[in-house]
């Protein structure tokens, strides 16, 4: 859980400084006030990269050159500095600091302070959105999970851009075929890891979120039981490890690759897809299944995380109450409940669950001269 939170020009925080409690978190306020940059903050203090954007510099204040995020997790001081390109505070090179307890480290040392779960309304479209969505969830919680996998999944990335650039120049007659040799080791090795690991993550992830769709919809759960398939375009054969049928897949694809000038297969384009008794579930869903199918997954992910050293993480709820039915909403709020610590956001207090408001602490997020502001405040907004 977190204990403090220090903002110092964070989007519309000019500084900000906050105490928390165990329990429930309620924030509330209006649209655009800052309540998903609150929780932003404490996705930053957890991973060191934000899950609204890939460019640091947005989150760095108008007319600032370093933002920080500083907290307390646990009895341990997190920092997370961002700076901004071009500016004076960039002259050392450093686009982004982060310090445990005063040493500088790397993101990947942040989860073993602080671990988050985040359900926010874009997860809405986890079902029937892009793969890229999809993926985007398997890879965070893979990180999170697995030391190795972010260090996998960057080596992969760069191989795959080098690997596209060379693909372009040998359509273009500037470079030759032999010189894929040197990249496709690394895109085989790190890609063969990554979809290892994703396999063992959906592995371990299919009992938590069949008990967890069978708690909230039981009803669905009778006709069949939710679950994640891996959907990918090198699938490997009998006796064939993940590189290896990566490696056939690319020696299959190559003169197509050539002619695209693009790499065609590999775990950057595969899927994670929900089913349902063996059928895709985003084909048939009702906007209720959809939903149920979200939630039960953020459960699942919950369950999952906390059975790693029986530490629960910080979960944290951005309005996504009101995309709920009664009865989701009360199967939440009996999770919440039972968690050390959660953030809820919601831009008024009346819309959240009566049993929730009861136990809960009270925040309002407001605009304010210097920037946004956050108070504690009544548990009933005032008429």
Do not use: C
């Not at 977190?2 to 964070?10: C, F, P, V, W």
């Not at 903050?41 to 007319?63: F, K, N, P, Q, Y």
């Not at 979809?195 to 006709?223: C, K, T, Y």
């Not at 995380?305 to 709820?317: E, F, I, K, S």
């Amino acid at each position: 859980m977190i204990e403090t939170l220090r903002l110092t020009d964070l989007r519309a925080y000019g500084t900000l400084e906050a105490r928390f409690e165990a329990g429930p978190q309620l924030v509330w306020g209006p649209n655009a006030a800052g309540k998903t940059s609150l929780l932003e903050a404490m996705v930053l203090l957890a991973r060191g990269g934000s899950h609204r954007t890939t460019t640091d510099a947005e989150l760095i204040r108008w007319g600032a050159d370093v933002a920080r995020i500083e907290g307390h997790a646990g009895g341990d001081a997190v920092e997370v500095a961002l700076v901004r390109p071009g500016s004076i505070a960039a002259a050392g090179g450093a686009r982004k600091r982060i310090r445990v307890n005063g040493v500088a480290r790397r993101a990947a040392a942040l989860s073993e302070k602080l671990r988050v779960v985040l359900f926010a309304p874009e997860d809405m479209l986890l079902v029937v959105g892009s793969p890229s969505l999809r993926r985007a969830v398997v890879d965070q919680l893979a990180s999170s999970l697995f030391p190795a996998y972010a260090a996998d999944l960057a080596t992969y990335g760069r191989a795959l851009q080098q690997r596209n650039g060379l693909l372009r120049a040998i359509r273009d007659e500037t470079a030759s075929r032999e010189e894929l040799r040197y990249w496709d080791q690394p895109l085989l090795d790190a890609g063969g890891a990554v979809v290892a690991a994703r396999h063992e993550l959906l592995r371990r992830l299919a009992a938590p979120l069949r008990a967890a769709h069978a708690e909230i919809a039981p009803d669905e759960a009778a006709a069949g039981s939710l679950g994640l398939e891996y959907v990918t375009n090198a699938p490997a054969g009998p006796d064939e490890t993940p590189r290896q049928a990566l490696a056939r897949r690319l020696a299959e694809t190559a003169e197509k690759e050539l002619w695209n000038g693009t790499t065609l297969v590999g775990p950057h384009r595969d899927d994670a897809a929900f089913v349902m008794a063996g059928r895709d579930l985003a084909a048939f869903a009702s906007r209720g299944q959809q939903r149920t199918a979200i939630l039960a997954l953020k459960l699942a992910e919950l369950d999952l995380v906390t059975a790693t050293d029986g530490r629960p993480p910080l979960l944290l709820l951005d309005d996504v109450f009101s995309e709920l039915d009664p009865a989701r909403r009360a199967h939440l709020v009996r999770r919440i409940a039972a968690l050390p610590q959660a953030f809820v956001t919601t831009t008024t207090l009346e819309d959240l669950d009566p049993a929730l408001r009861a136990i809960a602490t009270p925040w309002q997020v407001r605009p304010g001269e210097g920037g946004a502001e956050l108070t504690a405040s009544a548990a009933t907004e005032p008429a």
